[in-house]
């Protein structure tokens, strides 16, 4: 009998064991340490303060220390990077956003694949672009169709935050299915775009609501399309796929991603919170005052996303033949 007995303890530990080496993390309730919560981009940016909202709202959730590590450079690959190549125990995790998930397809050389070196986890908030334009610039131009009558006859240049910038390659496919074509030229940030179309140097530019709202509601900018549906801080103005653009089909977005091969546990734990935390009404404020709008997208729905974006951006820079970054 305690022949047997001690043959069931051997056993039991056996499979304590390997519960543990193929899981990667102990039994212990995940997590139970803190955290590291790497963000791609500067302190004090949009993405930057919506990622300390939501860190913070896990940590209130989960009652554990979630740190906010900034690891900004090469429009976010460095710190997406870093996410990747971390260790798969949940105890990294990153947010992911447009300039990470294009950096890669800019590069002659992909320092991560988002479709296999992560896994998408959730879904946290969609960002609206607004296509603005300057009325005096552009004082014929006051909606899509009168957009592509105008570009059809006459040469149009646009703008946007950055060479390869979701507001730059939505341009691209939005001209194209409208039927002109048209130059872009590209600043480093949202802020010389905006003066430059403010200017009239540029008329036409795909920005982030936080830049452009102000001006759009001064008069000194004319909203001609949003990319998010039920934009109620512009009710007036049509959503891209209202209008029945193909090109909405893509949109701005932020989520979160941990390393590939993370447990599905602590994968599904992350998820879960996520989408706990956005019914939050306080996170929910914070967020939409830095132009993040809540949008919860479980791990499947989210992996499916980065996969369809990856496709249609590579299609985008390959036939608009950009320039790789150095």
């Not at 296999?116 to 610039?137: C, G, H, K, Q, R």
């Amino acid at each position: 009998m305690f022949t047997n007995l001690r043959s069931v303890t051997k056993m039991m530990g056996a499979v304590s064991a390997a519960m543990i080496m193929t899981t990667g993390v102990a039994l212990a309730e995940y997590p139970d340490r803190p955290v590291s919560w790497i963000v791609p981009f500067p302190p004090g940016g949009p993405t930057d303060v919506a990622s300390r909202v939501l860190a913070n709202a896990f940590e209130k959730e989960l009652g554990q220390t979630f740190v906010v590590v900034n690891r900004s450079g090469a429009s976010g690959s460095i710190g997406m990077r870093q996410v990747a190549t971390a260790k798969p125990d949940g105890y990294t995790i990153g947010t992911l956003a447009g300039p990470s998930l294009l950096a890669p397809l800019m590069q002659e050389s992909m320092p991560y694949d988002l479709t296999s070196d992560v896994e998408a986890t959730a879904l946290a908030y969609l960002t609206p672009l607004i296509l603005v334009s300057n009325p005096e610039a552009l004082p014929d131009v006051t909606d899509l169709e009168s957009l592509a009558r105008h570009g059809k006859n006459n040469d149009m240049s646009f703008t946007s935050p950055a060479n390869g910038s979701i507001g730059h390659l939505t341009l691209e496919l939005l001209s194209s299915e409208l039927g002109f074509q048209g130059t872009h030229i590209g600043y480093q940030g949202s802020a010389p775009a905006v003066t430059a179309v403010l200017s009239g140097e540029v008329p036409l530019m795909l920005a982030d609501s936080v830049a452009v709202l102000q001006h759009i509601k001064a008069g000194t900018l004319r909203a001609l399309a949003v990319t998010i549906d039920g934009y109620d801080e512009l009710p007036d103005v049509p959503s891209l796929s209202n209008l029945g653009v193909q090109s909405a089909k893509t949109a701005s977005w932020g989520g979160i991603v941990t390393p590939a091969r993370t447990p599905a546990d602590v994968v599904s734990r992350l998820s879960a919170t996520m989408e706990k935390v956005l019914q939050d009404p306080e996170v929910m404020r914070r967020l939409v005052a830095v132009g993040a709008y809540p949008q919860y997208e479980d791990a499947e729905t989210l992996a499916a996303r980065i996969a369809e974006d990856t496709a249609v951006w590579k299609q985008v820079i390959s036939d608009n033949g950009l320039r790789a970054l150095r």
